[in-house]
C-alpha cells in the first residue's frame, strides 16, 4: 500500500491506540509524524458509554494530542441516527449516564422500564447494571414492535493484561435471542459509523486508511466502505479469509513511509 497516496488515517482506540489505561507503543511517534506530513487523523471507535469529549481527555491524559472535532464515538450519533431514521422517539434505553444524557440531548423521551410497553425505539449500550429485570423489559419491548437499535455488536471489552469484561454485544444478543430479533447497529463493522468519519473527514473512501486491531469490526467493516487497512495483529493470530492490506505488530513498522 503505497502511503504517500493517503490523506487521512482513522485510528480504533481500544485495543489499537491504548488498552485500558495504557498506550500501545509507537502509537504517539506515528501520530506525530503523520501530522508532520500534514495528514489528517481521527480516532473513532465503538464506545458506547462515552462520546468524544471524554475520550480526548483520556489521550490527554496519556500524552496523545488531539483536537475535539478529531475524535468519534458511536455513542455521539446514536441520538441522531435514531432521529433520522425514525424521528424523535420514546426510546427504553440502556447503558451509561452519558449515552442516556447523549439521547436526550437528540430530542429522544427516556422511557423508564416499567413502562416498556410505550417504547418506539430500544437502544442498547454497554451496561456494568445489566440484569434480568433489564432484559425481560428490552425484549418484551422489541417483541412488541419496538424498532432495535444496538450501539455496536462488540463481544468483548478488553482491559490491561489480556483480559476483558463482556461488551456491549454480549447485552445485545441476550435480547435479539429472547425478542428474536435482530438489531440496526450503529457502529463498526456496519457502514454507518465509517461514513460519519468520512464526511468529517472531508476525503473519499479510497483516500483513507483505517488502523485497527479488530479483523471483523475494523478492516472487514472499513473494507465494507471502500478504506484501506492496518491490521495491528495480536501475538499469534491470523488473518484466514479476511485480507487486510497491512497487517503489522508494531506500531514502528509503520515509522518512515510517509
Known sequence: MDFTSLRAFIFDLDGCVYTGNT??????EFLQELRAAGRKVLFLTNNSREAGDELLAKLTRLGVLAAPEEMLSAAEITGPFIRERFGPSRVLAIGSERLRRLLAEAGHAL??????AEAQVVA???DFGFDYQKLTALSRAVRRGAAFVAVNLDPRLPVEAGEFFPGCGAMVEAVATAAGVR??????????????????LGVPPEDAAMVGDS????????QGVGLRTIWIA??????ED?????????????????
Open 234 to 239: 495480536p501475538p499469534g493470530a491470523t488473518s
Open 124 to 126: 442498547i449500550g454497554h
Open 183 to 200: 438489531p440496526e447497529v450503529i457502529g463498526k463493522p456496519a457502514p454507518h459509523l465509517f461514513r460519519v468519519a468520512l464526511a468529517r
Open 23 to 28: 498506550l500501545l507503543p509507537g502509537v504517539r
Open 242 to 258: 479476511i485480507r487486510p492490506d497491512i497487517t503489522i505488530h508494531h506500531f514502528d513498522e509503520l515509522t518512515g513511509r510517509l
Open 215 to 222: 479483523l471483523n469490526s475494523d478492516v472487514r467493516g472499513a
Open 111 to 116: 422511557v423508564p422500564l416499567d413502562a416498556h
